[in-house]
């Protein structure tokens, strides 16, 4: 169950990297896009927010995952 629980472990933690590294890079294209509004910001900025909305779907069911794990861990002790 040890390499279990790592394996969940490691897929949060990476889970929280991506929606942090996709948080930063939408806020500094919708950043951009406002100081200069042209069409390709635009068009950047929508592209790193669905980019961010996927990665805090994956975080929360990494997250949902980990959870459900240690729940089974505990009801088999």
């Known amino acids: 169950m040890d ?26 294209a919708y950043y951009k896009y406002r100081t200069d509004p042209t ?8 592209r790193l927010e669905a980019e961010y909305k996927e990665a805090k ?9 980990k959870f459900m794990q240690e729940a089974r861990e505990h009801e088999n002790r």
């Open 3 to 28: 390499d279990e629980m790592e394996m969940f472990d490691c897929i949060l933690s990476l889970a929280i990297d991506l929606q942090h590294k996709a948080s930063k890079a939408y806020s500094m």
């Open 39 to 46: 069409e390709a910001n635009r068009v950047e900025a929508r």
């Open 57 to 65: 779907a994956f975080h929360r069911s990494a997250l949902l995952d």
